[in-house]
Every structure is written in C-alpha cells, then in structure tokens.
C-alpha cells in the first residue's frame, strides 16, 4: 500500500484538519467534533446536514456553502458518523426553522442519522430526513437495504440547498429534495479498485484486461466482471440501464453528470461525456446541464458513475441557484 499518509487511523482526522485551514474564510470545525459547518449560516432559514465516511472526497464537505449544506458530518473512511457527532451538526446549524438530513442510503448512515433526529427532537429541534438511492446497480446489498446512494445524492445537496436559501418551510425543503430524489438515477463502474488504509490491500482484484461494472462508492464489488471495452461501448451501457429504469422519453430534458471515482484523468471523463450526449441526442432527450469531473469519489478507485437527473422548470431553476459551495459552483 503507497498513501501519502501519516498514522492509517488517523487519516479522517489529519484531512478534516487540512480541509478546515484550506478553506477557513467559510468553514469552521465545530470545537471536539468532525463536523465541518459554514462559519456564516444564512438568517432564518431551514438547516441542511448530511455526511458519511470519508474517502469520498469532495463529498460532502466540498458541499458546505451557502446555497448548499449548512454542515456535513465526517465519519471514518468508509465507516458512518456517529450519531453523537450527527447531533452536534443538527444543534450547529439549527436557527430555529428546523434541519433537514439528506443521508445516502447505507444502513449505518440510515440509522445513526435517524437516531441523531429523535435526539434533536428530544431537545426541542425539528427534524426531517431524506434518503437517496439513486443507484440502479443493485436493489439490496450488505451495505444497505434498497439501493444505494451515490453521485446522485450531489444533486439532491444542490436543490435542496437552494430551495432552502430561499426561505422556503422545513416541509417544501424536504419535498424539492424528495423530488429530486424519486428522478436522479446513477450507475458506476471501475478498473481498479481502491484500498482503504486500515485495511492496506485492495477491496477486490481485477486482472489488467478486466472491468467492474455497477461498483459501489466504498470498494464494493460490482454486479458483472466483464472484458475491458471502449469508453463508448461502457458509456453507452450504462447510460441505457439508467434510461430503462427512469423510463425517460423523446422530449424530456436531463441533467448529466459524469463522476470519476478519484483517478480517472479528466480527459477519459471528458471521453465519456461524448458519448452520453451522443446517445441522449439520438434518443430526443433535451440535456439541461452537463456537469463533468469529481463529486462523489472512493479513494482512488479508477472508473466513473454517470448520473441523470430528470428535470422540470422547478429543478432547473434550482440546480441555477448561486452556490459558494467549493465543490459545486453555481
């Protein structure tokens, strides 16, 4: 294993450290925690928190910023937050107008953030919860009941943060981000995978002409193991699956985002693209907002996820919304 690292059990901590000072002019490190909060939350508005293990930089910290997350709560790598750092989270950015917790669908990330909320709510804070399971790759896996979160939950962060900077109630935040939810789909793959410092070896091995297609975002395996093909003939896969099970048609207009997976060159992501938008244009689908590069990574696992995210005048005028997020420019 090469990391440029110090001790592997303390890698969470010396990032979470390095991130606060590279960007202290909007973040702070909430005092004794590994919650990461803006230092200038916005007057009066709905409070928005999400997190997971770390190793999956820029999420979710890259997120927090006025027009996005209020907060984002960093577990070990892999590994979710504990409900006790989640609940100094929700107490951080909560002003009066409730929280609202946008968790990846994961069973540790379900259950300590559900249990983080009824804590808040014992103390007089309201709490709502969404979950996104934007990954078609699997309905149920030992990671989760259901499908997994992925890129997708980026896009949720986006309308969610936006419709809460404009002041909208606890309840219509949870509702544009659940709507956001029940049309965003995502589907990865990968050529190597990633090894998690604790562990010092890889997640699984693939031989050099061999490819992993519907990967999870913390090393899982995927659903085939497959001979390595072009960029268009993956991209294309892929992307079908996706239109398949959000049931898109000619005349309905998509957001896409193409996802490296932490060290896949810019160019090959670029590659990708290409492709997708060939296809959606052969098939009349209207593409919004294309959105390249990395948003949801797993260490240093090469390959990419595609993502779509059916739109209508309401997403759309939310995923314009300004954001001061440094992972997520709008």
């Known amino acids: 294993m090469k990391k440029i690292i110090n001790n592997p059990s303390n890698v969470m901590e010396d990032m979470v450290k390095g991130m606060t000072l590279a960007n202290e002019e909007q973040w702070i490190q909430v005092e004794g925690t590994n919650v990461i909060c803006r230092k200038e939350l916005s007057a009066n508005k709905v409070g928005l928190v999400s997190g997971g293990g770390s190793g999956h930089e820029p999420a979710h910290a890259g997120y927090v910023g006025k027009g996005m997350l ?21 107490k951080s950015v909560d002003q009066g107008n409730g929280v609202l917790l946008i968790v990846k669908n994961y069973t540790g990330d379900v259950l300590n953030f559900e249990m983080a909320g009824e804590l808040a709510e014992s103390e007089g804070i309201r709490v709502e919860q969404v979950i996104v399971n934007d990954d078609i790759a699997v309905k149920d896996s030992d990671f989760t009941i259901g499908r997994r979160g992925i890129a997708g939950t980026v896009f949720v962060h986006k309308i969610a943060g936006a419709k809460a900077e404009q002041g909208a109630s606890l309840e219509e935040v949870k509702a544009a981000a659940e709507k956001a939810i029940e049309q965003v789909r995502s589907m990865g793959m990968a050529l190597t995978p990633c090894t998690v410092p604790d562990a010092g070896k890889p997640s699984f091995h693939l031989a050099e002409d061999e490819m992993e297609i519907g990967i999870g975002i913390h090393g899982e395996v995927g659903t085939e193991r497959k001979k390595i093909t072009s960029a268009k003939d993956i ?5 079908n699956n996706i239109l398949e099970d959000l049931s898109l048609s000619a005349g309905d207009e998509v957001a896409v985002m193409v996802n490296g997976m932490g060290a896949t060159p810019e160019m090959e992501l ?28 797993s260490l240093e696992m090469a390959g990419f996820s595609i ?8 997403l759309k005028q939310l995923l314009a919304y300004p954001s001061e997020a440094i992972a997520f420019r709008a």
Request: hydrophobic residues 45%; charged residues 25%; aromatic residues 6%.
């Open 235 to 239: 991209a294309v896969e892929l992307t």
């Open 270 to 297: 670029y590659i990708v693209n290409g492709h997708v938008n060939e296809l959606l244009k052969e098939k009349q689908i209207d593409i919004h907002q294309t959105y390249v590069g990395e948003f949801m990574t």
């Open 70 to 90: 209020d907060a984002a709560v960093v577990g070990e790598v892999f590994t979710s937050p504990t409900p006790d750092q989640i609940l100094e989270a929700i």
């Open 307 to 314: 993502t779509l995210l059916k739109v209508d005048a309401e």
